[in-house]
C-alpha cells in the first residue's frame, strides 16, 4: 500500500466549476498535511498547508482534513484554465525525528477546461 | 527575496562519470532536503540537513550518493559512477526552522522547492 495515495486523474472541470481534488495517507500519526501545485516543465508550488482537523480557506482554495479517516482534501472555486496544473499531496513522516519529512503522492492532474 | 537556486538546470553525463548538483537554498533558512522526481510520480525523500549536520540520509538509494552541506548554507549531492537509472529531476527544497518545538508543529516548517537539476545518464 502507498503510503500517500491520490487519483492521477485527469479530473477535467468546466471553467468556474469547483474541482475537488482527494488524498488518502497511510501513516495515522501524521501531523502536517500540504498541497502543491506543479505546472508541468516547473517546479512543486506550496499553495496550502493544514495542520488541524476541518477547513482552511484562502482565497479560491480550501483544505479539508479529515485524521480519523485519514483524508485530506483539496477545493478550488471557480476554476480557471491557469489552475491546470498537477497537484501534489504531501504529509509529513511522524517518525522523522521532528522535521519534515515529506511523503509526497503520486499528483493528481487537473484540467480546467473553457 | 531570492528563493531557492540550483545549478546546472540540466546536467548530461556519460555513464560511470561523477556528478555534482549544487544547492544554494533562500537565504536563513535552516533545513534543507533533497528529492528525486521521476516523471509523473511526486517527489522522492533522499536526504535531510539541519544546519550543516546530515540528520536523514535514508532516501539515498545506494553509496554512490552522497550530500554534504558543510558551511549550512549550500549543499552538493554527489553522485558517483553515474547509471541510467539515476536520470531524474533532482530537487532541492528549504525550510525556515528545523523541528518542532514543544511538540507542537511549527507552521514554517514549510519546503520551497528550487527549479531542480535534471540529470540525464547517456
Known amino acids: 500500500q502507498k503510503e500517500v495515495e491520490q487519483n492521477s486523474g485527469p479530473l477535467s472541470v468546466p471553467e468556474g466549476a469547483i474541482a475537488s481534488l482527494n488524498c488518502t495517507y497511510s501513516d495515522r500519526v501524521s501531523q502536517s498535511f500540504f498541497w502543491y501545485r506543479q505546472y508541468s516543465g516547473k517546479s512543486p508550488e506550496l499553495i496550502m498547508s493544514?495542520?488541524?482537523?476541518g477547513d482552511k480557506e484562502d482565497g479560491r482554495f480550501t483544505a479539508q482534513l479529515n485524521k480519523a479517516s485519514q483524508y485530506v482534501s483539496l477545493l478550488i472555486r471557480d476554476s480557471q484554465p491557469s489552475d491546470s496544473a498537477t497537484y501534489l499531496c504531501a504529509v509529513n513522516s511522524y517518525f522523522s525525528g521532528g522535521y519534515n519529512k515529506l511523503i509526497f503522492g503520486a499528483g493528481t492532474r487537473l484540467a480546467v477546461h473553457p | 527575496g531570492a528563493g531557492v537556486s540550483q545549478s546546472p538546470r540540466y546536467k548530461v553525463t556519460k555513464r560511470g562519470q561523477d556528478v555534482a548538483l549544487r544547492c544554494d537554498p533562500i537565504?536563513?533558512?535552516?533545513?534543507l532536503y533533497w528529492y528525486r522526481q521521476a516523471l509523473g510520480q511526486g517527489p522522492e525523500f533522499l536526504t535531510y540537513f539541519n544546519y550543516e549536520a546530515q540528520q536523514d540520509k535514508s532516501g539515498l538509494p545506494n553509496d554512490r550518493f552522497s550530500a554534504e552541506r558543510p558551511e549550512g548554507s549550500i549543499s552538493t549531492l554527489t553522485i558517483q559512477r553515474t547509471e541510467q537509472r539515476d536520470s531524474a529531476m533532482y530537487r532541492c527544497?528549504?525550510?525556515?526552522?528545523?523541528?518542532?518545538?514543544?511538540?507542537?508543529?511549527?507552521?514554517?516548517?514549510?519546503?520551497?522547492f528550487g527549479p531542480g537539476t535534471r540529470l540525464t545518464v547517456l
Open positions: 527544497a528549504s525550510t525556515k526552522t528545523g523541528g518542532l518545538a514543544g511538540g507542537g508543529v511549527r507552521l514554517d516548517n514549510e519546503q520551497f
Open positions: 493544514i495542520y488541524s482537523n
Open positions: 537565504s536563513g533558512h535552516v533545513s
